[in-house]
């Protein structure tokens, strides 16, 4: 994919065990035409991974926040949106770290076809007292129709110089290499997009659909 804006920037390595995690899914038949969820983690080293897959439908507005109130308490954000013909959302998405040695990590992946439209801003907030905390955010965008269009804003406030955050986002579209690659093989233009569209979500799809069975 080419990308069209990118911060580069060093990843720290997480240290969230998401084998550990309490795990919380959420798909579109499960919210209505506003979501809006905040969570709150008080107990000390609690960690969760939130996974939340959006295909096809979604609410217009998203107002998400995850709040680490104790000690050592980590989430795990992953965020996988397919927009199709017309379908629109506006998310918010806040995690905001109040205790020392929290850790949050989002990743959010957006595919467009269609006059689809993603507007999205992810905020990690470190409080001052959060000494230790590490905070990561990461926002982009496979462009798939020129109609789409996509808005990603990943953001920090961090009040503390103890602590690591970082953020990235980039918004692109399939390469001619990628496609030419894909066509070499007798891939259709379309069908290769669907191929890339796949490949681009499936990490966080793959693990929502697991865990959903289990």
């Given at each position: 994919?080419?990308?069209?804006?990118?911060?580069?920037?060093?990843?720290?390595?997480?240290?969230?065990?998401?084998?550990?995690?309490?795990?919380?899914?959420?798909?579109?038949?499960?919210?209505?035409?506003?979501?809006?969820?905040?969570?709150?983690?008080?107990?000390?080293?609690?960690?969760?991974?939130?996974?939340?897959?959006?295909?096809?439908?979604?609410?217009?507005?998203?107002?998400?926040?995850?709040?680490?109130?104790?000690?050592?308490?980590?989430?795990?954000?992953?965020f996988?949106?397919?927009?199709?013909?017309?379908?629109?959302?506006?998310?918010?998405?806040?995690?905001?770290?109040?205790?020392?040695?929290?850790?949050?990590?989002?990743?959010?992946?957006?595919?467009?076809?269609?006059?689809?439209?993603?507007?999205?801003?992810?905020?990690?907030?470190?409080?001052?007292?959060?000494?230790?905390?590490?905070?990561?955010?990461?926002?982009?965008?496979?462009?798939?129709?020129?109609?789409?269009?996509?808005?990603?804003?990943?953001?920090?406030?961090?009040?503390?110089?103890?602590?690591?955050?970082g953020?990235?986002?980039?918004?692109?579209?399939?390469?001619?290499?990628?496609?030419?690659?894909?066509?070499?093989?007798?891939?259709?233009?379309?069908?290769?997009?669907?191929?890339?569209?796949?490949?681009?979500?499936?990490?966080i799809?793959?693990?929502?659909?697991?865990?959903?069975?289990?």
């Amino acid at each position: 994919m080419k990308s069209s804006s990118e911060k580069p920037m060093h990843i720290p390595k997480t240290r969230i065990n998401t084998e550990k995690s309490r795990t919380i899914i959420t798909f579109p038949d499960e919210c209505g035409e506003a979501l809006k969820k905040h969570i709150v983690l008080t107990k000390k080293n609690e960690r969760i991974r939130w996974l939340l897959v959006f295909e096809k439908s979604a609410p217009k507005t998203m107002d998400i926040a995850v709040t680490l109130a104790a000690r050592g308490t980590c989430v795990d954000v992953g965020f996988a949106w397919h927009g199709t013909k017309h379908m629109t959302s506006d998310i918010m998405l806040t995690v905001s770290h109040e205790a020392q040695e929290t850790e949050s990590r989002v990743v959010f992946r957006a595919a467009l076809e269609g006059a689809s439209k993603i507007h999205f801003r992810g905020l990690a907030r470190v409080a001052k007292k959060a000494i230790g905390a590490r905070a990561y955010v990461s926002a982009k965008a496979l462009m798939l129709s020129p109609k789409a269009i996509a808005f990603l804003k990943p953001d920090l406030e961090v009040a503390t110089s103890e602590a690591v955050a970082g953020h990235g986002s980039s918004v692109g579209r399939p390469s001619d290499k990628e496609l030419f690659f894909l066509a070499s093989r007798g891939i259709a233009p379309a069908h290769a997009k669907k191929m890339l569209c796949g490949a681009f979500l499936r990490d966080i799809i793959d693990q929502a659909s697991v865990m959903k069975h289990l």
